[in-house]
């Protein structure tokens, strides 16, 4: 860092004013003398006020370095992080902004993370995964990764920004908004829009508080649902109709609404003995639970821990806590169909990543064999256990074998293997059942023969539960406990929690989190090998 006197030094610069502002190993630090490696200007050419053509604009540097401090604690809103530029010395200091002088204003922050949500015109990759991974370079071009590395995946939840609602408030909500929508596009007020379409809940405050039943009485609940319902199609029916006399930007958005809101009754609801609709006793695969997210949906952390938003897969080097790749989805999506992504950013940013740490859920046959096919790591996880139903036989107790085309059940009879649509399988005859005097532990009280299913990857999957009896991998699996450390850096500085709407502000955001840890390591790092200058001294 090169030493400064007082005649580079302004009166209203905030290492003026407090000379130990810029603390070694500290953000600020790292953001005001690697500015020039940190933004390289390839990647914001096409931003306003680089070239000579278009308005001016805050230089990205600057709007970045916000954007990054705004998640240097556990992270807040964008009016918070306006107001905190504007009086915090060190902020101020690393985006090289003078005291009391003028600050970027929240609308520029949204233009320029709708700038950084775009894609780069030379390779059409998303500008902050761009950026992401020329940091995590530099990172391992300084050194932070140890030639011991241990490479980990993981997962964590991440609650949505929209408010996630029963089905009651998904129709009424729903409905309400869509009115509001269609106001708006008609120029006339939502008072107009809720007479001409028969429904004054549309001006309540809340759709429960407006209907006063019963909540109690399940007929009530069910007639109102279905009143509800049929509102609902009645109105979707109508916009449809008559879209085509609202201007045509305000098309899409009410027709997306529209489906939506279809999505809720289809998903929802079902037709009960009295042709009326009911909410189904019955979970949908793909359930909408809010309407302001519509990205969003519903999973399990844990058995008793149930939440509504979107979740966070991470790969990183444990030891060190470097983040390599990561990526946001619906809180449905499984673990391991989004771990070959993760693996494969990774080897493109480490050439010598090998082998990958997983829990359970990254324990399937295919991940396995695709990560070495497609990319060389393998991918060492505890296979996916067989659930074994209550003294009664499951799919390992029968001799199995794939290459001869022959199972034999525990009672000793012997049979072929049949071949599906889909599947492979065995199945026992009725008669041989029957006799059989272990058909108790076998067969449930409905069943009239047994039927045994090959999963695809059956020989592959044999070979990683015999591996993974030997116990010098399970001793070298023990390392995978570390990998809290990357889970619990993003959950630190705001990763819980989503601060806008949708899936892709949720990945910006955990895009945004990950950078500010990585740079947080690479300071430390850097501050090691720099002496610091004492700038009072100076």
């Given at each position: 860092?090169?030493t400064?006197?007082?005649?580079?030094?302004?009166?209203?610069?905030?290492e003026?004013?407090?000379?130990?502002?810029l603390a070694?190993?500290?953000l600020?630090?790292?953001?005001?003398?690697?500015?020039?490696?940190l933004y390289p200007?390839w990647?914001?050419s096409?931003?306003h006020?680089?070239?000579?053509?278009?308005?001016d604009?805050?230089?990205?540097s600057?709007?970045?370095?916000?954007?990054?401090?705004?998640?240097?604690?556990?992270?807040?809103?964008?009016?918070a992080?306006?107001?905190?530029?504007g009086t915090?010395?060190a902020?101020?200091?690393?985006?090289?902004?003078?005291?009391g002088?003028?600050?970027?204003?929240?609308?520029?922050f949204?233009?320029?993370?709708?700038?950084?949500?775009?894609?780069?015109?030379?390779s059409?990759?998303?500008?902050y995964?761009?950026l992401?991974?020329?940091?995590?370079?530099?990172?391992?071009?300084?050194?932070?990764?140890?030639?011991e590395?241990?490479?980990?995946?993981?997962s964590?939840?991440m609650?949505?920004?929209?408010?996630?609602?029963?089905?009651?408030?998904?129709?009424?909500?729903g409905?309400?908004?869509?009115g509001?929508?269609?106001?708006?596009?008609?120029?006339q007020?939502?008072?107009?829009?809720?007479?001409?379409?028969k429904?004054?809940?549309?001006?309540?405050?809340?759709?429960k508080?407006?209907?006063?039943?019963?909540?109690?009485?399940a007929?009530?609940?069910?007639?109102?649902?279905?009143?509800l319902?049929a509102?609902?199609?009645?109105?979707i029916?109508?916009v449809?109709a008559e879209?085509e006399?609202?201007?045509?930007n305000k098309r899409?958005?009410?027709?997306?609404?529209c489906?939506?809101?279809?999505?809720?009754?289809?998903?929802?609801?079902?037709?009960?003995?009295s042709?009326r609709?009911?909410?189904?006793?019955?979970?949908?695969?793909d359930r909408?639970?809010?309407i302001?997210?519509?990205?969003?949906?519903?999973?399990?952390?844990?058995?008793?821990?149930?939440?509504?938003?979107f979740?966070?897969?991470?790969?990183?080097?444990?030891?060190?806590?470097?983040?390599?790749?990561?990526?946001?989805?619906p809180?449905?999506?499984g673990?391991?169909?989004v771990?070959?992504r993760?693996?494969?950013?990774?080897?493109?940013?480490?050439?010598?990543?090998?082998?990958?740490?997983?829990?359970?859920?990254?324990?399937?046959?295919?991940?396995?064999?695709?990560?070495?096919?497609?990319?060389?790591?393998?991918?060492?996880?505890?296979?996916?256990?067989?659930?074994?139903?209550?003294d009664?036989f499951?799919?390992t107790?029968?001799?199995?074998?794939?290459?001869?085309g022959?199972?034999?059940?525990?009672?000793?009879?012997?049979?072929a293997?049949r071949q599906?649509?889909?599947?492979?399988?065995?199945s026992?005859s009725k008669a041989?059942c029957?006799t059989c005097?272990?058909?108790?532990?076998?067969l449930?009280?409905?069943?009239?023969?047994?039927?045994?299913?090959?999963?695809?990857r059956?020989?592959?999957?044999?070979v990683?539960?015999e591996?993974w009896?030997?116990e010098?991998?399970?001793?070298?699996?023990?390392?995978?406990s570390?990998?809290?450390r990357?889970v619990?850096?993003?959950v630190?500085?705001?990763?819980?929690?989503?601060?806008?709407w949708?899936?892709?502000?949720?990945?910006?955001?955990?895009?945004v989190?990950?950078?500010?840890?990585?740079?947080?390591?690479l300071?430390?790092?850097?501050?090691?090998?720099?002496?610091?200058?004492?700038?009072?001294?100076?």
């Amino acid at each position: 860092m090169p030493t400064k006197n007082l005649s580079q030094t302004s009166f209203f610069t905030p290492e003026f004013a407090d000379p130990r502002v810029l603390a070694p190993a500290s953000l600020p630090w790292l953001f005001r003398t690697q500015a020039a490696k940190l933004y390289p200007d390839w990647l914001f050419s096409d931003w306003h006020g680089h070239g000579r053509r278009g308005r001016d604009a805050w230089p990205a540097s600057v709007l970045m370095t916000t954007l990054l401090l705004r998640f240097s604690e556990e992270g807040m809103s964008r009016k918070a992080m306006v107001r905190r530029l504007g009086t915090d010395l060190a902020w101020r200091a690393a985006t090289g902004l003078e005291i009391g002088g003028k600050a970027p204003s929240e609308s520029s922050f949204r233009r320029f993370e709708r700038y950084l949500l775009g894609r780069d015109l030379e390779s059409g990759v998303p500008r902050y995964q761009l950026l992401h991974e020329h940091h995590v370079r530099m990172c391992v071009d300084a050194g932070i990764v140890s030639p011991e590395a241990v490479w980990a995946m993981d997962s964590t939840p991440m609650w949505c920004y929209g408010a996630a609602r029963g089905t009651v408030r998904l129709l009424g909500d729903g409905l309400r908004g869509l009115g509001k929508q269609w106001a708006r596009a008609k120029g006339q007020t939502l008072a107009a829009v809720a007479t001409a379409w028969k429904l004054p809940f549309l001006l309540a405050k809340s759709t429960k508080g407006h209907f006063r039943i019963n909540w109690r009485d399940a007929d009530a609940r069910a007639g109102l649902i279905d009143s509800l319902a049929a509102d609902v199609l009645r109105v979707i029916e109508q916009v449809r109709a008559e879209v085509e006399s609202v201007r045509y930007n305000k098309r899409k958005g009410l027709l997306r609404r529209c489906r939506q809101l279809a999505k809720v009754i289809a998903d929802d609801l079902e037709v009960d003995d009295s042709a009326r609709l009911r909410v189904a006793q019955k979970v949908a695969r793909d359930r909408t639970v809010s309407i302001t997210d519509p990205m969003a949906r519903h999973s399990r952390k844990t058995r008793s821990q149930p939440f509504r938003g979107f979740k966070v897969h991470l790969l990183g080097e444990v030891v060190s806590g470097l983040i390599t790749s990561l990526s946001v989805t619906p809180a449905n999506k499984g673990d391991g169909t989004v771990a070959l992504r993760l693996i494969g950013r990774a080897k493109q940013l480490h050439a010598d990543l090998s082998q990958v740490l997983g829990d359970t859920a990254y324990g399937g046959a295919e991940l396995h064999l695709l990560g070495r096919r497609q990319h060389g790591v393998d991918v060492l996880a505890p296979p996916l256990p067989v659930t074994r139903p209550k003294d009664r036989f499951n799919s390992t107790d029968f001799d199995i074998d794939v290459a001869a085309g022959t199972a034999k059940c525990p009672g000793g009879v012997e049979v072929a293997m049949r071949q599906g649509k889909t599947r492979r399988y065995f199945s026992w005859s009725k008669a041989s059942c029957d006799t059989c005097p272990l058909r108790g532990k076998c067969l449930t009280a409905r069943a009239t023969c047994k039927t045994v299913a090959i999963n695809p990857r059956h020989e592959e999957l044999i070979v990683l539960r015999e591996r993974w009896e030997r116990e010098e991998i399970r001793e070298q699996y023990r390392t995978r406990s570390q990998c809290e450390r990357l889970v619990n850096q993003v959950v630190r500085h705001g990763g819980r929690q989503a601060r806008a709407w949708g899936l892709q502000q949720a990945t910006l955001q955990a895009s945004v989190i990950v950078m500010r840890c990585n740079l947080g390591r690479l300071a430390r790092h850097l501050a090691k090998e720099e002496e610091p200058v004492d700038l009072a001294a100076a």
